[in-house]
């Protein structure tokens, strides 16, 4: 078992995709069969299939739990309206230009987690599983009696600004910014706040599970490891009472009222888990020669599509590293990319850009929308002496996908879309000598 930096008070098991089991009581778990005629402690046995039955092995995600009631056990649902978060398909609102957005401000009304959602923008369409939307939370309160379970598609949960205490059927996670939490599509949780208020992102895809990407000539170690992924110990919720669930259902919020706390899992067996990862932990490759290489190096996770090497979401990072690129003009380079890009940042500055993307903000630059480095950036990295250089307390991510992200109608009326973002790149002159 293992623990993250950001807690010690928590207990965790390690490695991506293993079939990892638990018990939060002495001999909960059966052993030799999924399915006894009568569990342990009068238990219900409960199959969870995040992916389907006929998947072949090494991509099956399926997790066997053993709870004190079957989920089956709920009362009917109603629409629950949610008018700031949206999914795909969406109406073509995208423009070729690149669009900024600063941070969102946090929450200054009672807010949590699952009702502080705002999508900024979503492709694909979800009925046919495909696609993927990037959202920003901002909350201020616990879930507490409230649980939230997504049947769209899987989640990756970034925080920017406070920390997580996540509780799932699995059991908790304690995640912090600079971590990942993955949720797997229909897991049922709830998100606490320890620290009172807290904003961050949520990466959501319709594909298939994100996995990790192929490592190629680099070898055997390197980019996310298996290892440093962590699964939570089972930790159940014996509750009775007034509780409610609001599922995300084919693009709508419902709820329904329980009697019981959903995370009433005693023990479990599978591969459809939840996990926690620190990204410092990534291992970054990078340029010893010269020229800046492609971000797609950068991948922490992948979620495949049907055309080989062609993502319906990747999910990349750019950490502290170093640069050492010779005769070379180090920041990203100016580009137009057929796929789209969802860019957010954690702490610090990214190195293309030094005014107006700042933590907790946003830009969208959709397939073959040039952009790169604002003018100022470029102009000092022209004429930089290259030494050796870090670069240090930053961490920005990207959700690339080879879908039109649209925006939504809230994100282009949100007063935090930068209308004069293009302006960073008016003040690049021509140099050009005959």
């Known amino acids: 078992m293992s623990t993250p930096h950001s807690t010690t008070s928590l207990e965790y098991l ?3 995709a293993n079939e990892h089991s638990s018990e939060a009581l002495p001999g909960a778990l059966p052993l030799g069969q999924f399915s006894p005629q009568r569990p342990p402690y009068g238990l219900y046995a409960e199959k969870f299939s995040a992916t389907a039955f006929t998947v072949p092995r090494h991509d099956n995600r399926r997790t066997w739990f053993y709870r004190i009631r079957p989920s089956v056990v709920q009362g009917p649902s109603e629409r629950y309206p949610h008018p700031t978060l949206n999914t795909a398909p969406l109406p073509a609102l995208a423009s070729p230009d690149p669009l900024r957005w600063s941070a969102f401000p946090l929450a200054t009304v009672p807010t949590d987690f699952v009702d502080g959602l705002n999508t900024i923008a979503a492709g694909g369409d979800v009925s046919l599983q495909v696609g993927a939307a990037g959202h920003i939370y901002v909350a201020n309160r616990d879930m507490g009696d409230r649980y939230f379970q997504n049947a769209d598609g899987e989640l990756l949960i970034l925080p920017q600004q ?3 205490a996540i509780a799932t059927e699995c ?23 320890p620290d009172g208020a807290g904003r961050g992102y949520v990466l959501e895809h319709y594909g298939a599970p994100l996995r990790l990407p192929e490592r190629g000539p680099v ?6 490891n298996d290892r440093d992924f962590l699964a939570p110990v089972a930790a159940f919720e014996d509750l009775t009472g007034a509780f409610e669930l609001i599922t995300k259902f084919g ?23 939840p996990y926690q990862y620190d990204l410092a932990r990534f291992n970054t490759m990078n340029s010893v020669s010269y020229d800046h290489p492609d971000p797609s190096i950068f991948t922490v996770l992948t979620s495949p599509s049907d055309t080989p090497g062609v993502a319906n979401m990747d999910f990349v990072i ?3 590293r170093w640069q050492v690129a010779e005769n070379t003009f180090r920041p990203p380079w100016f580009h137009r990319n057929v796929m789209s890009e969802f860019m957010g940042l954690i702490q610090g500055t990214y190195d293309a850009r030094e005014q107006g993307f700042e933590p907790g903000g946003v830009s969208l630059h ?13 102009a000092r990295a022209s004429g930089a002496t290259l030494s050796p250089v870090k670069l240090e307390a930053t961490l920005a991510f990207m959700l690339e996908s080879r ?3 649209q925006p939504t109608a809230h994100a282009l009326g949100n007063p935090a879309l930068q209308l004069d973002y293009q302006q960073s790149w008016q003040n690049l002159e021509s140099h050009f000598t005959a």
């Open 251 to 273: 693009g709508q919020l419902w709820r329904r009222a329980l009697g019981h706390s959903p995370l009433d899992v005693v023990a479990w067996v599978g591969t459809a888990v």
């Open 318 to 320: 750019f950490p502290p």
């Open 403 to 405: 879908l039109v992200l």
């Open 162 to 164: 406070g920390l997580l």
């Open 366 to 378: 959709n397939a073959l929308v040039p952009h790169g480095p604002e003018a100022m950036v470029h």
């Open 14 to 16: 390690t490695g991506f």
């Open 219 to 224: 070898g055997s170690d390197g980019f996310a």
């Open 171 to 193: 059991g908790r996670l304690l995640v912090a910014p600079g971590e990942l939490a993955l949720i797997p599509r229909g897991m049922k949780f709830k998100v606490d706040l």
